[in-house]
Nanobody
Framework: QVRLVESGGGLVQAGDSLRLSCAAS????????MGWFRQAPGQERVFVAA????????SYVKSLDGRFTISRDSAKNTVGLQMSSMKPEDTAVYYC????????????????????WGQGTQVTVSS
């Protein structure tokens, strides 16, 4: 059974940095694309970043302005999200997601593309 578990969330001040991690069991990362999504209160769950495990190629939502970095650690079988210069609007529950295969550019940011999800980790940024 595939399980995704996020960790690293917490309360930070604007301008701080925070690193999230997603650990998976029951799947082989090498054949998957991993993504990060977030959902703010009263908002829809939206795409943040994704990484193709085999090649390390990445995709980001443009609104991040280069503040976030997604990465994978083959030795630890985890995917990370390094967040810097955080803003109050980054406050959300962050979810890790996975899909087997390699979605095209138009599909990588769609929630429906991913069939495995973690339970989320809360990130709160105070001003």
């Amino acid at each position: 059974q595939v399980r995704l578990v996020e960790s690293g969330g917490g309360l930070v001040q604007a301008g701080d940095s925070l690193r999230l991690s997603c650990a998976a069991s029951g799947l082989t990362f090498s054949s998957y694309t991993m993504g990060w999504f977030r959902q703010a209160p009263g908002q829809e769950r939206v795409f943040v970043a994704a990484i193709r495990w085999s090649s390390g190629s990445t995709s980001y939502v443009k609104s991040l302005d280069g503040r976030f970095t997604i990465s994978r650690d083959s030795a630890k079988n985890t995917v990370g999200l390094q967040m810097s210069s955080m803003k109050p609007e980054d406050t959300a529950v962050y979810y890790c997601a996975a899909v087997q295969g390699f979605p095209l550019a138009g599909a990588v940011a769609r929630r429906a593309t991913y069939n495995y999800w973690g339970q989320g980790t809360q990130v709160t940024v105070s001003s």
